[in-house]
């Protein structure tokens, strides 16, 4: 058997296209793409990750923060008004006790002690 004689210069493609045959494509993509997509696609799926979850976890600390204070503000407010609010209750009771005990009397003609004991204390 006689090999038959190499006929130079060969001419081979400079891209082979891929032969599979579920792509029958003309369109080739860069060996950079098929590297870098994936890469890109994680990144990009765990920097929103990240950015999400510091999203709700700094809504969370905002919302306690806010109900901290409404809470502080409310207690405030409560102290202040029974502060405010005590002494006429005190003083409604000694009147009452001093009714009670007759201590006031109703008679009008001698304003002079009704007005000491409620003026003058």
């Known amino acids: 058997?006689?090999?038959?004689?190499?006929?130079?210069?060969?001419?081979?493609?400079?891209?082979?296209?891929?032969?599979?045959p579920w792509f029958r494509s003309r369109y080739y993509l860069p060996l950079r793409w098929v590297l870098?997509?994936?890469f890109m696609v994680q990144i990009f799926v765990i920097v929103s990750a990240v950015g999400y979850f510091s999203y709700?976890?700094?809504?969370?600390?905002?919302?306690?923060?806010?109900?901290?204070?409404?809470?502080?503000?409310?207690?405030q407010i409560s102290d202040y008004l029974k502060r405010y609010l005590n002494p006429a209750h005190q003083l409604a009771a000694l009147t009452t006790n001093a009714i009670d005990r007759q201590e006031i009397d109703f008679n009008f003609d001698d304003y002079k002690p009704k007005y000491e004991f409620f003026y003058g204390k």
């Open 1 to 20: 058997m006689a090999v038959p004689p190499l006929k130079l210069p060969l001419k081979l493609p400079l891209k082979l296209p891929l032969k599979f």
């Open 36 to 38: 870098a997509t994936p």
């Open 56 to 75: 709700q976890s700094g809504k969370q600390a905002v919302i306690a923060i806010s109900d901290d204070l409404r809470l502080e503000t409310s207690r």
